[in-house]
């Protein structure tokens, strides 16, 4: 019997694969309830790490034997000395979380949405520990990076891959659950890098201003990603629609929930445009659009692979946040009772507007924890 590490990757694969697993967290009390691994054949709990000190003996009881268990802490230390104990007990298929719920966090599985009219596909980058979503457009040779993660790297790799040279990337708002690496890969790859105007009145930076009736093209075979001014959750918040097929919503729209409109402050300002945009704006437009949007806020609304989305005309029959008839109560919905707001979401906005330069480590621990985008009314 030996110890196994097992990296975020691979339970990535067992979680989207439905697999059986047991997980033990170690973590404390607080930081599990506020986030923790979730998936429909995961089973967890959670004994923190200082309980078990003076031995596993009471966690044993717990665990069920014969089952892979994997245990998990926020950086990987204290999961590791814990597994071991587990393991001198006599038990076997014991694993640890490589790097963490940090590394959890950081995980990008990327899965194939689908082909696109005139040659080209579109991919959709699942953050599973953190519920972000992002997106590449990759036709004849070039590509368009959508709402891009810190995690730079990855898009530069995948487009390496597909053969692409990234030319745009582009964010559909000013962040404030995430750190945006838009701007990062536009000037490690030498593309150009799209906000909204109505975003960015604050920024350091230079841009190109994303506006609805700036129409971009993707590649030889001209895959056009058309923008749609669709305010709400920001005052610049932009919807794209891809090759007349998808709907990239931003955090206005998610399958099971609509986005909130109080991360800058201004809830009682913006709930007037959120309701516009999703009773009327969204209503405009074709119905058979695939809606994928940024953020997923639990793991029912993951799809087969791992994918995040669902044809537009579904969400009004079913998405709760588009079928509040009555003003008022809509108003209530999106600024009462809304859950916390994301970890460290000041500074991650600061962030992205380049008034604050955290390095590597600060940003990774800004970002810990669930996303929070969503008003989850159901």
């Not at 003003?327 to 999106?334: A, G, K, L, N, Q």
Request: aromatic share 8%; with cysteine.
């Amino acid at each position: 019997m030996e110890l196994k590490a097992m990296t975020a990757k691979e339970l990535t694969r067992i979680v989207l694969a439905k697999e059986e697993i047991f997980i033990l967290d170690v973590r404390n009390e607080t930081d599990f309830i506020d986030w923790k691994v979730e998936g429909d054949s995961v089973e967890i709990i959670n004994i923190p790490y200082f309980d078990l000190l003076d031995g596993v003996d009471d966690a044993l009881d717990k665990i069920p034997n014969g089952k892979k268990l994997l245990v998990v802490c926020a950086k990987e230390g204290s999961s590791k000395f814990v597994a071991e104990q587990i393991i001198e007990a006599g038990r076997s298929n014991v694993h640890y979380l490589e790097g963490g719920m940090k590394s959890w966090s950081e995980h990008l599985e990327p899965v194939k949405i689908g082909e696109l009219k005139d040659g080209g596909s579109l991919y959709q980058f699942v953050r599973i520990g953190k519920g972000c979503l992002s997106y590449m457009v990759v036709s004849g040779g070039e590509a368009a990076v959508i709402d891009t993660l810190r995690m730079t790297e990855v898009f530069e790799q995948f487009a390496r891959e597909q053969g692409a040279q990234i030319k745009h990337t582009l964010d559909t708002h000013l962040h404030a659950d995430h750190i945006s690496g838009g701007r990062k890969l536009a000037e490690q790859t030498g593309a150009t890098y799209w906000l909204p105007p109505k975003d960015a009145t604050e920024v350091t930076f230079n841009y190109e201003e994303l506006e609805e009736g700036r129409v971009i093209t993707v590649g030889s075979t001209t895959i056009r990603i058309q923008p749609i001014y669709s305010p709400g959750h920001t005052i610049g918040s932009t919807s794209f629609i891809v090759d007349d097929q998808y709907l990239l919503t931003g955090d206005i729209l998610f399958i099971e929930s609509i986005g909130r409109p109080d991360l800058a402050g201004l809830a009682e300002d913006w709930v007037g445009d959120l309701r516009d945009t999703l009773y009327k704006r969204y209503t405009e437009l074709s119905q058979d659009l695939i809606v994928l949007p940024a953020h997923f806020g639990k793991v029912t609304e993951l799809g087969e692979d791992g994918r995040v989305m669902a044809k537009l005309s579904d969400l009004y029959q079913k998405n709760p946040g588009l079928n509040i008839r009555e003003e008022d109560e809509f108003r209530r919905t999106v600024t009462e009772n809304l859950p916390p707001q994301p970890n460290a979401y000041q500074e991650i906005r600061q962030t992205n507007m380049g008034k604050i330069t955290p390095d590597e480590d600060e940003q990774r621990e800004m970002e810990i924890g669930p996303n929070r985008c969503a008003v989850h009314d159901n």
